[in-house]
T-cell receptor
Framework: GAVVSQHPSRVICKSGTSVKIECRSL??????MFWYRQFPKKSLMLMAT?????????EQGVEKDKFLINHASLTLSTLTVTSAHPEDSSFYIC?????????????FGPGTRLLVL | KQEVTQIPAALSVPEGENLVLNCSFT??????LQWFRQDPGKGLTSLLL?????REQTSGRLNASLDKSSGRSTLYIAASQPGDSATYLC????????????FGSGTQLTVLP
């Protein structure tokens, strides 16, 4: 099946620094990728929709200047958490839609655990 | 706004039992519904996808049903095994939207050996 990777799998950073998370579709092209955030024992909350070659669409309450999204190619989207604070600590998951797939299936990455000290 | 609810939040069963996980949604105008599995600290694995025109989907020991009119879906797991222990999430894909998923909060399943 289709594979989506995320890098890094886990990261620890100091408060005030920026962290970049990569999401790659390994064997298919994704015109659309999605970024989710998940708190412990909670469901996934959509943060933004990343569209290749255009600006991301952010969900209500998500600061676009804090969570920078770039989707520069059909296989890569990046999420940068700028000036990270401890409350940004969370599990970040991306997903990608296969542009050529018949079914509307999203393939999820393994997630990135962010801990801000 | 679409809301997705999963009951129970946690379930513990002995190995070999058949079990049912429930998912309900408030807006019946969905494009499709998916069931996912999530292991601790891991990403999501898609188990079954049901299109809005379908009533059920089966894969091995898993069977998912969909009743759009009542806003309900069930995931049936037959002959449960300890390896089935995980959190099961259902998610609905809204019609006419940018194909975004709205997730339930999940059911944490533990199958005891």
């Amino acid at each position: 099946g289709a594979v989506v990777s995320q890098h890094p799998s886990r990261v620890i950073c100091k408060s005030g620094t920026s962290v970049k998370i990569e999401c790659r579709s390994l064997d298919f092209q994704a015109t659309t990728m999605f970024w989710y955030r998940q708190f412990p024992k909670k469901s996934l909350m959509l943060m933004a929709t990343s569209n290749e070659g255009s600006k991301a669409t952010y969900e209500q309450g998500v600061e676009k200047d804090k969570f920078l999204i770039n989707h520069a190619s059909l296989t890569l989207s990046t999420l940068t958490v700028t000036s990270a604070h401890p409350e940004d600590s969370s599990f970040y998951i991306c997903s990608a839609r296969d542009a050529l797939a018949v079914q509307e299936t999203q393939y999820f990455g393994p997630g990135t655990r962010l801990l801000v000290l | 706004k679409q809301e997705v609810t999963q009951i129970p939040a946690a379930l513990s069963v002995p190995e070999g039992e058949n079990l049912v996980l429930n998912c309900s949604f408030t807006d019946s105008a969905i494009y499709n519904l998916q069931w996912f599995r999530q292991d601790p600290g891991k990403g999501l694995t898609s188990l079954l996808l049901i299109q809005s025109s379908q009533r059920e989907q089966t894969s091995g020991r898993l069977n998912a049903s969909l009743d759009k009119s009542s806003g309900r879906s069930t995931l049936y797991i037959a002959a449960s095994q300890p390896g089935d222990s995980a959190t099961y999430l259902c998610a609905v894909n809204l019609s006419g939207s940018a194909r975004q998923l709205t997730f339930g909060s999940g059911t944490q399943l533990t199958v005891l050996p």
